[in-house]
């Protein structure tokens, strides 16, 4: 089960969806998972042999809440039942009471006080957490509200996460940025009434190369809505619209610069000859020297800030 010390991480993402082979096929190619049947109604996304994340149909009862296709973040938490309580008590919503995943762990799906949904989750085993995500992980979370402010003071009580660096949007207003133990782990921001997913949760997938991936996205038939650009500090990012039209982000890490080669060790002298190498020293003309600069390495332009109800097998992470 998640230690105390996974509290508030997200730990599993989910993509609830109107049609599952689709998208399937669509995100074995944009993320470069591998997909595998965990059983008749859930498929598990991979690396490897790493659980990423999960696929299901949205289900009809979700649907007929009115919930839109989605993907959907789990964080972790030590007490489903008692966080589920503490939500409602600090404003916000059980969309789906806490309930057991036989032989996975225990969920419920929330939603915070600003209409945002999100699930949160206890394991039956323990859960790896990567603080650096690897590719095909994902490596950002970000908020989309209407009163950042007042979302993040929700999710501060509820998951004990901290405030650190904050970016000057212009007219948009301040992104916020979370985390925890000084580690960075998204960001917070008002959305404009155009914002395509509404007040929802984001989460970016890390890949090689967001601007190939974007590349990949269009040649699929999907839509890249923003990007791939820079963002401070030099990665790239990419938001883009699946093949069903759900919100979806990618993410990949500043190029590093080249390295100079190394230069070759200057040959040595035979010993017993340095009368012989001295004469012919001064008969010889002076080398020309090369005058070619050396073009510098080229950088990639990229982007980005850093960087969405119900689940069956939420948690199905391997342990």
Known sequence: MPSQSHRGRFVWHELLTTDTKAAEGFFTKVAGWTAKPFDQSYTLFMTGTRNRAGLMALPPEARNMGAPPHWESYVATPDVDETAKQAVALGGKVLKAPSDIPNVGRFAVL??????????????????????????????????????????????????????????????????????????????????????????????????????????????????????????????????????????????????????????????????????????????????????????ATRKKAARRAPAKKSKRAGARKK
């Open 111 to 296: 939603q915070d006080p600003q209409g945002a949904t999100f699930a949160i989750f206890k394991g039956t085993g323990e859960m790896p957490v990567d603080d650096k995500p690897a590719i095909g992980d994902f490596s950002w979370h970000e908020l989309a509200t209407s009163d950042w402010k007042a979302a993040l003071a929700f999710y501060k009580n509820l998951f004990g996460w901290q405030e650190t660096d904050a970016m000057d949007m212009g007219p948009q207003g301040k992104y916020q940025m979370f985390g925890l133990d000084g580690k960075t782990m998204g960001g917070i921001y008002n959305a404009g009434p155009q914002q395509p997913g509404g007040k929802s949760w984001l989460a970016y997938i890390r890949v090689p190369d967001a601007k190939k991936t974007a590349a990949t996205i269009t040649k699929l038939g999907a839509k890249v809505i923003n990007g791939p650009m820079e963002v401070p500090g030099g990665d790239l990012i990419a938001q883009g619209l699946d093949l069903q039209g759900i919100p979806f982000a990618v993410h990949s890490l500043k190029a590093a610069a080249a390295s100079p080669p190394a230069s070759k060790p200057a040959a040595r002298k035979p010993a017993g000859k340095k009368k012989a190498a001295k004469k012919a020293a001064k008969k010889a003309k002076p080398a020309k020297r090369g005058a070619a600069k050396r073009r510098p």
